[in-house]
Every structure is written in C-alpha cells, then in structure tokens.
C-alpha cells in the first residue's frame, strides 16, 4: 500500500508536464523538446515560478493581489536605475527592497483599512503602475549587458533553486509557515489557537513582496531593459504565475506545494512554445492557453466535488 | 508592537516616496502620463509673438513616457509654448472604447481641438458625433481611415480637420524587401493584436514582401502590451522551434521591446546571424547598429503629430488653411549606418527639435498669412535628417531641447 502511495505522488505531479511536453514532441517532433528548447523552457519558467512562491502565501489563505506584477515594475524600474550607479549589488539590493516595501505598503493598507483583498490590490496596482511611469519621467531604463548574467543560465537556475528552497523552508519549516497553513485550512479554528490571522495577511503580502523582488530583478536581467506599464497592463503579468499556483494547489496531495507550482509554470511554458513551434497564428495561441486553462480548473474542481460527493454516498 | 510596525512602515514608505519623487526629477520628458495640462508659458516672448487666445489643445495618445510618444509630446509642448497654446494629454487608453471616454474626457476638460491617435476606424462615428455636438475640431495623428463607409461619415463633418500618416503598408513591404536584400528566406514576427491599424497596415505590407520575394513567415506574437522579457521570451521560443529562422522583424519597436528582441540574441550568440528589422525608433540606436545587433530600423515619425496640430491651431485662429480636411503625408526615416543614428539624435531628437522657433511660427498663417496647407504639406514630406541638417546643420542652438 505503501508502495502504491509514492508511486502516485511520483507520478501524478509529472504527468501533466509529461502530457504537455508528448502531446507538442508527437505534433512537432523536430521544432519541439530539442534538448537547447527544453533548456530554454525551464528558464523562462523561472521568473513565473518565483512570483508563484510568492503569490501562494496570499493564496492558501483565500487571498488575492493583482498589484504583484506593478510591484515587480516598480521595483525594477528604480532597481535597474540604481544599477547605473552600483552595478549589480544596486540592481539586487534595492529592487527587492523596493518590492518589499511596496508589499509592506499593500498588507499595510489592507490591514488598516480591512477591505476586500481585491479591491486593496487592484487599487494599489493602479497606484503603483502610476508612479512607475512617473518614476524618471516614465522613461525606459537599459541594463549594462555586463549585469544582466542572472537573467541566462547557470545564474537564473542558481537563483531560481535558491529561492525554491527559500520558499519550501519558509511555507514547511517556520512558524510563520505553519500559521499560514492553519489560516488557510479554517480562519476561526486558527484564531481559536491563538493565530492573529489579520496579522499572518499582513505578513504573507511582507513576505510576498521579498519573491517579486527576487523575481523584478531576474525579469530586469533576462530582459536587459524595463518600461513602465500603465492601464492595468501590469495585472496580465500576474496570471501565469496564478495559474503556477493553482496548479501548485492541485498538487500539493502528491508533492510540495512550491515545486507543484514550478511544475505549472513549467506546463504552461511548454503550451506557450508548444503553440509556437506548431506555427499556430497569435491569436489562436490565446485561444489555446485560455482553453487549457479552463479545462484544468474545470476538471480539477469537478474531481474534488465528485470525490466528496462518493465519500459521502459511501458513507 | 503593532504601532511600532505601523509607524515603521509609514516612515519607510515615506522615505521610498522620497526617493521616488527626488530621483523622478532627474529627466523631464515634458509629456505626462495620466490626464495633466501642461502650462505653456514663454516669460520672455512678446504678447505679440503669441496667438489672440490661449486654445486648449487635447491628445489622446497611448503614452507621453515612451520613446515615440515621450518625443512627440515634447515637441507639442515646446511648439506650444512659441505660439502660446495650452496641451491637455489624456493617456488613460487601453482599448477602443476608452479612446472615447478619453476624447469625452478632454471635451469635459474644455479643450478647443482634439488629436486623435486611434485604435481603430470603428470608434470614429462615435467620436465624430461627440465633436460635433460639443463643437471641437479634431484631427487624426499617426492613422488614415481605411474603412471607406466610416470614411464618409468623418469626413462629412465640418469638426474633422484631417489626418497626417505615414505609408505603413509601404514601410512593411519595404523592411520585406531589406530582409530579401539580406538574404533572409524564414522570419518571425513580433506585432500587435489584430485591429490594431497600424500594425495591420504593416504587417500587410510585410506579408505582400513575403509573397513577391519568397519568403517564409515563419512563427508571430502577437501582444499590444509586450514588456522586454516577454519578447526575450518569444524570440527565444522562436530560436529553439526554428533553427532556421534567419531573421525577425518587428512592427512596432518602442517600450523595451526591441531592446528584448536584441538581449535575447546577445543571449544566444546570433546578433548578427539573425536579421533585424523594426519600425519605430528607440535610443542608443548608433549603438546597437554600429554593433550589428540592428539591420534596418524606419522610425522618427514622432513630428507626426505636429501638423495635425498645426491644423487645428490654424483653424482656431480663425485663419484655416484649408476649408476641406486635409490628409498630410509623412516619410519614415530610414537609418543606414551609426553616423546616421548619432545625426538623428544630434538635429532631430534628443539634442535638438527638428523646427526652430521662426519655423514653428511660420506654420501658423497668424503669424505668417503666405502660409498655405500645400506649403504646410511640403514641409512634411520633406522630412528627413538631411532636411533638418540642411535647415539647421550650423545653428542647432535655438533648438536646443532641454
């Protein structure tokens, strides 16, 4: 029995990358999977995955932010700025302070004010999209190519496993971890223990803000340039790590919740190159990723009905 | 504690204001980014110098902040400020539709004239309408009407001035033919979502190159809102798929992506094995040739703006050029070499403005009642930097953008 249960945590977590990656290998056997385009895919996996990390806090405990992706601009505008004077240490060092900050900013306001997570993200994205763009007078900033060796491989693979181990200590190995499971699993029995849940928002938005800061300054490297983002563009950039996590969530029966959340970004990747490789027009590529989408909330969440649903007529 | 906390987050979010708001200042692009008037106030200039009234002048343009759009709005303003016009720029634009909450806006802002760089032929009924029951010119900048039935329409009114474009098609099929030149058989392109005119319009102009030259489009992205990772992303997606791919040409360059385009072939070692060619300026681009990490680049069409502008204030100056609406034609700028690039941004953007003050003025028929709309048009189409050299090659002083 034992056995049996390993087996299906091993395979059930792969299996979806595994389908992905067969379904676009059987189609394009010669643009598809070679071993320099799977490279490629994991890396740019990365950055989303990060922002995930960051992202799932907030999540396991029902809650939302939409201001992540202005958060990861605003910081990497003023990070890739400072970067003009203090070279690398200034582009790491500021854009996850910066980011930190503004996450701060964003728990601060929701703690204060209590409203719905939504609506305190979505305003403080529009807030942080517009300092973005009046940051500098709005204008672009440019990397040196000399600084930009974290966004291409080792360097975006070494960040990327560190902040993956970060991430698993501080969800599995810290208190506040565990009190962010335990909001999560019932908000009444959390408080009935003791757990100042409104406390453990406030922090997972702190704690957020530290992987969007990790992730604005691989994105500012690998892209070797940032520009402002205004009209809630910045809100489109949050959604594939979204969908990281909820993959991650489905997941996390058969394995950790933050490599389940790699394992997402990492099938989405592959669609995205997949449809790509298959020559597809770019608006059917959107089509496409919408529809997998969907078919993956709607099975996941008919499974868990139909799953209770048994155990109750079992019962 | 919770104090504690509190007041320790404010202090640091103050400091970050700071930080943010002292660093902002370091570069002016005089545009702005949410809906904002600029005061356009010459201490030094003569009441006579300027027009009888102060008109109020709205653009509803995509970004005051980028390149393109960073570098009209300068030039606007600093035109403004010779004859004495007031510019409102509303930016808050991310469809069709908030294009005419946008002209709404401006009307509501009191503006006298209106430009208008749309989206698409099919908000311009809408807009027609709201001009006229309002009584405000407008004009159209970087577009034509392509839509023969919502041509009529606009044309119809008495409140539509005119257009002034650029022959994107032209410039398409022209980037085509550059990639045949090269010898390039298999591209990829990165462009904007269907709809959008202008990219339409080249991507038309690409595809017609394709057709007659024999070449492949290979794979596209199509993204309105394309950050510099993301077109890293698509160009590495490209590279892994199509080993073949011999070149990449992008519609529309400026806000970071062709700066994408060029990190992600440093990334890979293909600069110059795979061809670039883009439509739309952006800076350091003497760079970027001299390095090979470009092949062909048309772009300084930020003057654009400028002539339908000089339309409007004309009309409201009570000295139309034209009584019909009047389409001005502009030419890209193509740029060959490095000398080229750093010739651009010496007498065109950057260090200087391509009209100098008498210039700017002598567009206006209050100023100078020769002026006619054929003239107004001659001084678009010849439009290029061996125009602005020969004009102000030895005193680029009293152009000098600050």
Known sequence: ?315 | MKKRIIALLTSMTLVLSTVLMGCGSQENTGGTTEQQTEETSSETAQASDKLPEKFKIGVVIWSTTDDLGGASARLLNYASDIIGCEMVYNTNISSPESQITATENLIAAGCNAIAICNYSDDILPKITSLCEENEVYFTLIWRSISDPEVKEIVEASPYYLGNTCESEEETGYMMGESFHNMGCKNIAVITMEKGDATADARDAGFDRACEEFGMNRISEVRNNTLTAEETTKAVENFLASFPEMDGIFVTGGSNTILEGVIQALALHNKTGEVKVACIDFISDLDKYIEEGAIDAISGGHFVDPLFSYMLMVNKLAGTPLSDNCEQIDLNFINLQSPEDARNYYKYCEGDSYPYNEEEIRSMVKYFNPDMTIDQLKEIAAAYSIDDVVSRHGGDSADTTNN
């Open chain 1, 1 to 315: 029995m034992k056995q049996k249960i390993k087996w299906k945590n091993m395979i059930i977590p792969i299996a979806m990358p595994v389908i992905v990656f067969l379904v676009f290998f059987i189609c394009q056997p010669e643009r598809f999977g070679t071993p320099a385009g799977i490279m490629i895919m994991l890396q740019q996996s990365v950055i989303n995955s990060i922002i995930g990390f960051g992202l799932s806090l907030n999540l396991v405990i029902d809650t939302w932010d939409f201001s992540a992706g202005a958060q990861l601009v605003l910081a990497g505008l003023v990070g890739a700025y400072y970067s003009q004077y203090y070279g690398l240490a200034g582009l790491i060092v500021v854009t996850v302070l910066v980011a930190t900050l503004l996450g701060a900013l964003t728990g601060l306001v929701y703690f204060v004010f209590k409203i719905p997570s939504i609506i305190v993200t979505i305003g403080m994205m529009l807030v942080y999209e517009s300092l973005g763009s009046l940051y500098h007078g709005g204008a672009n900033v440019t990397i040196d190519m000399g600084i930009s060796f974290l966004g291409r491989s080792p360097g975006i693979f070494i960040v990327g496993i560190l902040t993956y181990i970060l991430a698993y200590v501080i969800y599995h190995h810290t208190k506040f971890g565990y009190n962010v499971r335990a909001v999560g699993n019932g908000e009444a029995t959390a408080k009935s223990i003791g757990i100042n849940s409104l406390k453990i928002r406030f922090l997972c938005f702190v704690v957020g803000g530290i992987f969007v800061g990790i992730a604005s300054f691989l994105q500012v490297s690998y892209g070797g340039a940032i520009a402002p983002k205004t009209g809630m563009n910045t809100m489109s950039m949050v959604f594939p790590p979204f969908m990281g996590v909820f993959i991650g969530q489905y997941l996390e029966r058969y394995c950790d919740i933050m490599l389940g959340i790699f394992l997402g970004v990492f099938s989405m990747t592959m669609i995205n190159t997949g449809l790509i490789a298959m020559g597809l027009p770019g608006t059917l590529q959107q089509v496409v990723t919408g529809c997998f989408m969907l078919i993956f909330m709607a099975i996941s969440i008919n499974r868990e009905q139909a799953v209770l649903k048994s155990r109750k007529a079992a019962a």
